[in-house]
């Protein structure tokens, strides 16, 4: 088995170590691929190479075109190797073909977006007085590190290095350690489309050593991060120390609140979307069902008797609905905490196990009878466990609700529609929904409240996230001000 390399400088690089990482099938358990493991000395050559790309070979002051024409020919290649993209990080991610597909059509779509944002007009021009011309130009921020998390890996990679390179940032880009493989074959269609040396540079390695680098790494002019609060913590901890400017994408436990004037049918077939969805595995996964307590005996069995009909499987089986965790380790952490949501009282109404003797399987799990003080209504599982809380009245929904450290996405169900809005007005998330669960867009910004985050990606906002403000101020009357008096 060949050994699969980095990017850096343009070049295909093995680790400076020579070290290697087995890259997993967890579906099947199944070594599928060898990868560099990057070392802080690649990383910095990496970081090098971005450095010299952007500050000394010119890519900032590019024309807008030349970088839309090579993120559209990205977009065009990828597009056209869809399915083969698709079937690599169902093999490497686990999630069912359906998913990975709907992914990658996303990534292109990204590629899209920003090769047609990066024309189009910018700035703003101010009338202020004393004979001053004042405007506003939007400049490429410099070296961008971005840091990508397991759950969608070529989706989450691409709406940070799309914007990034429209903006005419350079980048150096780290998936996960457990799924590089759509990212290394995205860095071929990168290579062949013409990108200068340096201008985009793929790392790979672990977290705490190659993605703490770029944290730290004074030549780092930004760093963009997907991935679990706690690292986000330290990521924002370590960039503190250069004043790096900073997105951070985290997580979540957020709130799907049903009503009992619901439309029936769909607030079940949403409740399970959207905790099932790539195993639970979102960071915005609907992981609360708020459920008005009126509706709880009608609403709760059913939702138990189609969480029991998921199919669970490998996900190249097109039968699949529901595939394998992520990896061994995760598995264990999902099952702890059933474990201790048993502990903690609550009750479980379906799963709980791991399932097949080979692969990270869990069934779709949910408990009822929680309290707000439990670990498993708390804390993200980010597995496919659903927990049930109940309310009386539109307050109480509210409250429960917002009774988080985080604040990345929610969703209220009902008929009335001054209701949800109300709800809607009230919730303290960035990405909500009124009667459906998950459809988000490229064009609409991405990202959380309070300990979801900072900052926002996709649409116009992702895209100044890469940007430094500059005011130009010209004055039209060019004589001496006076300030001070001639003697
Ligand atoms: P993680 O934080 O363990 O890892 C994410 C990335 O950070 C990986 O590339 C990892 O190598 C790197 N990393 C780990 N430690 C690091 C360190 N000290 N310095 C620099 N980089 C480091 O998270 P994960 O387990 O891969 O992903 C799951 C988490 O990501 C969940 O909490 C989920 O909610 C969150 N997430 C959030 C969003 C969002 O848009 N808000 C999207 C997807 C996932």
Redesign the pocket.
Known sequence: MDVQYMYINGEWVASSSGNVREIINPATEEVIAKVAEGTVEDAKTAIQAAHKAFYEDGWGETYARYRAELLAKVADQLEKEIDAFARLETLNNGKPLRESSYDIADAVNQFRYYAGLATKPSGQVYDVPDDIQAYVVREPLGVAGQ??????PLV?AVQKLAPALAAGCTVVI?????TPLSLIKLFEIIDEAGFPPGVVNLLLG???TV??E??RNPLVDKIA????????K??MK?AADTLKNISL????KSPNIVFEDADFETAVDYALYAIFANQG????AGSRLILQETLYDRFVPELVKRANEIVVGNGLDPTTEMGPLISKE?MEKVINYIAIGKEEGAELLCGGDRLFEKGFFIAPTIFSHTNPDMRIVKE?I?GPVLVIQTFKDEEDAIKLANDSQYG?AGAVFTSDGAKAQRVIRKLRAGITWINTYHPTFNEAP???YKQ??IGR?LGTFGFEAYQEVKQVNINLNVQPSGWFKRK
């Open positions: 840091i990508v998390p397991w759950n969608y989450m780290k998936p996960a350690e457990q672990a977290g705490e993605g703490a770029l944290a991060f997907t991935g679990g609060t706690v690292t986000g330290k990521i370590s994408e985290l997580g979540g595995q979102v960071c915005s995760h993200e980010f990345l991405w990202g959380g979801s985050g990606e």
